[in-house]
Each structure stands twice: as structure tokens, then as C-alpha cells.
């Protein structure tokens, strides 16, 4: 990934990069899981976006969770429309590599998946993960309904307990939505990067904090 010096604070919306009216890729098929990477998905699926640092390692943790039935990287939660990785990489679109993640609840749960996005990164570095600066690497969950929201919210509270017992400081992951913001998907060569190339960069961010194999967020921590 790009390692120079990048804003380490989000940009002005109206200084952002113009972007572009069109998408700049056509989505494919995923390599490994076989499934088109671009709605529409089949009835009964649901969407998880999530920000954790390098999108590139991020998906490969996702598509091998099961009942995950197709991944894809992108851009998600700025201001430019249709970005590239080099605009997203100068920190003036306001966009996180973030990971969508198509899954079906009756195989995996919402929860299951918030406890890989918690284990996976260290949500406490702000504007980075390890030596990877810059906005494009924050921690963010983007959630698609009240639902979701509100399991976030309760699981980051959970997780947070565990990391202050570790020794670690607050949590600065975003929850944004409902609406989740638009998700551009990336240029075709970042999609199951590390497939395509299996000594690629694959940082280890994670804390070694785990929240329990059985964890869930029960209805009761659903109520407002």
C-alpha cells in the first residue's frame, strides 16, 4: 500500500476531490467464491460493509468466514464520487478502503461477523492501522438498517469493555447509517488481491482481544 504522509484528518467536503459522474470499473465475478460481486444478489442475502485498515488482507478474512456468499473492496464514506485508489490514497476524497461483505442469516449471523470485523484490526489507532496513515485506513462499520445499528453499537460496547481490561484505549471506529453511504467498488485489480497474488502485503493489526466463540447480541440489548 502507499506509505507516505497522508491527512491524518478528514477533508473539507467542498475541497474534496470532483471524482466523476461514472463508475470506474464494471464489476466481475469473485475468484474464489464464484458469485457476481455487483447487485442484484439473490433474495434473502443481506449487505455488511466494514472499514479495518488494508482492504486487501480485510477481504480475504471475510470470504473465508462460511456463509459468506461473495466480498468485494471499495471505497465507501467520503465525498468524491467514483474515486480510484490514487485519489482515494491522497486523503482528499474522505473515503476508507472498506470490505461488503454478502452473506445469508440463516449460515451466519450480523454478530458473527462484527466479532471477525472487533478481532481482526486494533479500532483504537484513529486515522490508521500500524504504519498504514491516513483516513482511508479508519476503522468504520456501515450499517444498513436500525438493526444493524444497534447491534453495532452494543458490540462495540461489549468489545470495548474487553480491550480497557487488555490495557488498550477508547474505540474509535465510526458507525455511520442508516443510510450506509455509497460503496464504489475499486479498480478490478484490488478484488481478491491476495488470490491474485498470494505473497501480497497482509499486515497483522489485530489486538489478541476476543469476544466469546458463542457471542451475540441478544434481543434485549436491540431495545432503544
Not at 480485510?58 to 459468506?68: D, I, M
Not at 498504514?132 to 479508519?138: F, S, V
Not at 484490488?190 to 488470490?195: A, I, P, S
Request: proline fraction near 9%; glycine fraction near 10%; include cysteine.
Amino acid at each position: 500500500m502507499w506509505l507516505f504522509n497522508k491527512p491524518a484528518s478528514m477533508p473539507n467536503p467542498a475541497e474534496s476531490l470532483p471524482g466523476r459522474p461514472d463508475p470506474i470499473v464494471t464489476p466481475g465475478t469473485h475468484r474464489i467464491l464464484g458469485h457476481a460481486l455487483a447487485a442484484p444478489y439473490p433474495a434473502g442475502l443481506e449487505i455488511a460493509e466494514f472499514a479495518l485498515g488494508c482492504f486487501w488482507g480485510e477481504e480475504k478474512t471475510f470470504w473465508q468466514v462460511p456463509g459468506v456468499w461473495v466480498t468485494a473492496v471499495g471505497y465507501q464514506g467520503g465525498y468524491t464520487p467514483n474515486p480510484t485508489y490514487q485519489e482515494a490514497c491522497t486523503g482528499r476524497t474522505g473515503h476508507a478502503e472498506a470490505v461488503r461483505v454478502v452473506f445469508d442469516p440463516a449460515k451466519v449471523t450480523y454478530d458473527e461477523l462484527l466479532k471477525t470485523f472487533w478481532e481482526d484490526h486494533d479500532p483504537t489507532q484513529g486515522m490508521r492501522q500500524g504504519n498504514d496513515a491516513g483516513t482511508q485506513y479508519r476503522s468504520a462499520i456501515f450499517v444498513h438498517d436500525e438493526a444493524q445499528r444497534r447491534a453495532a453499537e452494543a458490540s462495540k460496547a461489549m468489545y470495548q469493555e474487553r480491550l480497557s481490561a487488555a490495557g488498550f484505549g477508547a474505540i474509535t471506529t465510526e458507525i455511520v447509517g442508516p443510510p450506509a453511504p455509497e460503496f464504489y467498488f475499486a479498480e478490478d485489480y484490488h478484488q481478491q488481491y491476495l488470490d491474485k497474488n498470494p505473497g501480497g502485503y497482509c499486515p497483522n493489526h489485530r489486538t489478541g482481544v476476543t469476544l466469546p466463540d458463542d457471542f451475540a447480541i441478544t434481543p434485549l440489548q436491540y431495545v432503544d
